[in-house]
């Protein structure tokens, strides 16, 4: 299985179901580490994290961002633009 996103939690769902699985990165791991990528969680993944119980331990890393999230989430809401959902 890649090991991109998609992959990894592919990974840990097959993984909770007591199969064995390889993670496959075809780019170098110095390639991985540079580039800059952005990641966005949806809906349907936030679920996807819940059913395989790794939303609460998302959540926690979050917390260091929340800050930043606030003060974005703020910003736009000034300008009407997003309303801020509850976990």
Do not use: C
């Not at 991109?4 to 199969?19: F, H, V, Y």
């Not at 496959?24 to 809906?43: G, N, Q, W």
Request: net charge positive; aromatic share 10%; hydrophobic share 50%.
């Amino acid at each position: 299985i890649g090991a991109g996103p998609t992959g990894a939690l592919m990974s840990i769902a097959l993984a909770k179901k007591g199969i064995n699985v390889d993670l496959f990165a075809l780019k170098s791991e110095e390639y991985l580490l540079e580039r800059d990528r952005v990641y966005a969680i949806t809906h349907s993944s936030r679920l996807l994290f819940k059913k395989l119980n790794l939303w609460q331990d998302l959540i926690l890393l979050m917390n260091a961002f929340a800050s930043l999230i606030d003060y974005f989430v703020i910003k736009i809401n000034v300008n009407n633009r997003m309303k801020r959902y509850a976990q």
